[in-house]
């Protein structure tokens, strides 16, 4: 029997080989096809449509396809082969293609209809009517409800907005390649650390030339920005970032040819014909169809408000920054490109600590202890080892039990290793769902890309975190626990699925927060030679550093949210205002630091062009709003005499919405838990912003 066909339990990554991948996918595709037909097929006269003869089917057919499509993408990224990188490339368009028919099937979308109208939909629980109320809107948002001709119309902007989505990022792409600079003195060089110019005299080898080569991806710009002593070089490598894919791009060999201006316009007014085409006035309408937050006003409104409450904080951080620059370095005006190197300078006058020495109190047990006995005491569960078959010897295998029952089971695949996609992400393995067998519990993996064990002196010592790696792995763990202790028993809505997006990384960003907590980091922290834990003045800098400049970034966050917001609700792309126009009466309302006439950052803001995030940026601090505020409620349990890591706050937390997932409104589960609407209260103190 095919391993990935078998879904009677975990994954079989034991028995699992990339020639099982085509056989199992084309199954599969087959059985999901035949299943969709005739689910699309017209009730017989006199019969009703229902639940269990319509979602139900419908439900086990393409969740089989997820799961086995899952264990594929998973193996992909975390285990790149030859083999198995062809067999997912082989499959990936067969697959991608059966969802998007899914999507776009109106005789599954009058059925959806149909429930929602029938005698049964009143009788449904609040999760199912939830998913019915989700399938029926993003049908609608899909096209589904337009007459023939403007359906086909809808078809094209989808294809055009791709292609130009698509040439929007190679252009940003192309230019970043383009641009080289060439240093053949290495006193240009000065105050570059050593392991960035080593980088760069590589680079040049590679091409074959002499000196150093410097380009416009991040490892090797930034650096620049933020070390280089020579003021000329930092302005050359900021003007040539600052300019890439636009009209302005003089650096660059085709400055033309990858303008992304009027990739720019066409894409918002493609998005404008589509959101009027949907009957909605603006594309930001469109977009927070499906959002937790309601209008597009209400979003500005929020922005606003934190642009206005962060304002003088930022003004502070930017008088202090130019008075160091005077005195300190010499610097007057303070430019563009001497933002980053001054404040790199004030930082290390500040808050001097070396990342080096924090992480020798963060090793590998100690953390990984620390964050269970955390969750264990919040919210009453037990994390115990467990076995199942694994893709690596490297990655351990998780239960958690309350009370001696199982709810959920994880993977932690924890070091980098080659063939291992970076970053860190948490992705499902299989959801909660209720069967005619039980409850199917769900299954995560979490996975970072931490530097692995060493061994040192013939004797294995533990890896050793920073404490940035320490806060993504809460982070994680938080999306993990949203994942895992769901209580939902519709497959829809359970732990993430169906969850809002601006209100996703709510359990995420919460947990992060546990990670400043003094009473935590004691009981998490040992040196991994002395056993010591870490030094309160070392944390009271850790602290201090995390705060700096928070004014000036909030503005800069608030501003790229806003810009983003009005290009896509009031901004008539067809009016004689220009792209450029908006930026500036942004920065007008907003910036403390306008950046020079010739920054064209929109011209690379991938996120809102090329990504999903078009009117969505603003989500990053509008969920950081909601997760400050729902960890606040922990401080006021610590301040009222009690403990912060209070277990019946836990409780709470993990039953309002935990366990709710997406089978309700985001802003619903927030107020059962904390009593009320969210305020910005919380994040503003968390960030350093109160008088
Ligand atoms: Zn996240």
């Avoid at 791709?162 to 006193?187: G, K, P, Q």
């Avoid at 007014?269 to 309408?285: I, V």
């Avoid at 930026?583 to 950052?601: D, G, L, M, S, T």
């Avoid at 803001?605 to 090329?610: D, E, I, P, R, T």
Wanted: hydrophobic residues 40%; aromatic residues 10%; contains cysteine.
């Amino acid at each position: 029997m095919n391993p990935l066909l078998d879904f009677s339990d975990l994954p079989r990554f034991d028995a699992i080989k990339p020639e099982h991948v085509t056989p199992a996918i084309d199954k599969l595709l087959e059985q999901s096809r035949a299943v969709v037909a005739s689910l699309e097929a017209p009730l017989p006269a006199g019969e009703h449509i229902s639940w269990d003869d319509f979602v139900e089917p419908l439900e086990n057919t393409t969740e089989q396809m997820g799961r086995a499509w899952g264990v594929v993408s998973h193996l992909n990224a975390v285990m790149d082969r030859p083999e198995l990188r062809a067999a997912y490339n082989e499959n990936l368009p067969k697959v991608t293609e059966f969802w998007t028919a899914l999507a776009q099937n109106l005789a599954l979308f009058d059925k959806y209809k149909a429930l929602k109208a029938g005698a049964e939909y009143s009788t449904l629980s609040a999760a199912r009517k939830k998913i019915i109320d989700n399938a029926v809107r993003d049908f609608r948002l899909g096209g589904a409800e337009l007459a023939d001709d403007q359906k086909q119309r809808f078809a094209e902007i989808q294809e055009q907005h791709a292609a130009l989505s698509t040439r929007f990022s190679e252009n940003v792409l192309d230019a970043t390649n383009d641009f080289a600079l060439f240093v053949d003195d290495e006193t240009e060089l000065a105050g570059l650390p050593q392991d960035v110019k080593q980088a760069a005299r590589a680079a040049a080898e590679k091409d074959g030339k002499a000196g150093y080569k410097f380009t416009l991806h991040f490892p090797s710009y930034f650096p620049i920005l933020q070390f280089a002593d020579r003021r000329a070089l930092r302005e050359t490598i900021y003007r040539a970032n600052a300019t890439k894919a636009s009209e302005l791009a003089t650096a660059f060999s085709k400055p033309a040819e990858w303008d992304n201006t009027q990739n720019i316009v066409n894409l918002l007014k493609l998005r404008d014909e589509e959101a009027k085409l949907l009957g909605y006035k603006s594309y930001a309408e469109v977009s927070l169809v499906p959002k937790m937050a309601q209008t597009p006003e209400q979003v500005i409104g929020f922005l606003q408000d934190l642009a206005r409450r962060a304002r003088p904080f930022a003004e502070t951080d930017l008088a202090e920054l130019r008075a160091f620059a005077k005195t300190e370095l010499g610097i007057e005006p303070l430019e563009a490109w001497d933002m980053t190197y001054a404040s790199e300078k004030l930082r290390e006058q500040r808050y001097a600590f070396s990342e080096q020495e924090v992480k020798q109190y963060f090793p590998e047990p100690k953390v990984i202890d620390g964050l269970f006995r955390l969750v264990q005491t919040l919210f009453s569960v037990d994390i115990k080892p467990d076995t199942a078959p694994t893709w690596h010897p490297d990655v351990k295998f998780f239960r958690i039990e309350t009370n001696g029952k199982l709810i959920g089971q994880f993977y932690l695949d924890l070091y980098a290793r080659s063939g291992k996609r970076g970053g860190a992400w948490m992705d499902d393995a299989r959801g909660r769902r209720a069967t005619a067998h039980g409850v199917q519990t769900p299954v995560a993996y979490l996975t970072c890309n931490f530097t692995e064990p060493a061994v040192v002196d013939g004797k294995p010592k533990p890896a050793l975190f920073t404490h940035d790696e320490v806060i993504t792995l809460f982070h994680e763990f938080g999306h993990g626990l949203h994942h895992m202790l769901t209580q939902v028993d519709e497959l829809g809505v359970s732990g993430i699925s169906g969850v809002e997006w601006d209100a996703v990384e709510l359990p995420s960003q919460f947990m992060e927060n546990f990670c400043w907590e003094w009473d935590v980091l004691q009981h998490m922290t040992a040196h991994v030679d002395t056993g010591a834990p870490l030094p309160r003045a070392l944390f009271d800098k850790m602290t201090a550093a995390k705060n700096f400049q928070s004014g000036l970034q909030t503005l800069r966050q608030v501003e790229f949210s806003l810009f983003d917001m009005h290009l896509h609700f009031d901004y008539d792309p067809y009016d004689s205002k220009t792209v450029q126009d908006v930026v500036n009466e942004v920065r007008q309302q907003v910036a403390v630091i306008v950046p020079p006439p010739f920054n064209r950052f929109q011209h690379s803001f991938s996120h809102v062009f090329a990504g999903g995030y078009a009117a969505g940026y603003y989500s990053y601090k509008w969920a950081e709003v909601l997760s400050a505020d729902a960890y606040s409620a922990f401080e006021e349990a610590g301040a009222a005499g009690g403990n912060t890591l209070s277990a019946e706050t836990g409780r709470k937390f993990q039953q309002e919405i935990l366990a709710m997932g997406g089978s309700r409104p985001a802003i619903e589960s927030f107020k059962a838990f904390r009593g009320r609407e969210p305020t910005i209260d919380a994040l503003l103190r968390h960030s350093g912003m109160t008088a």
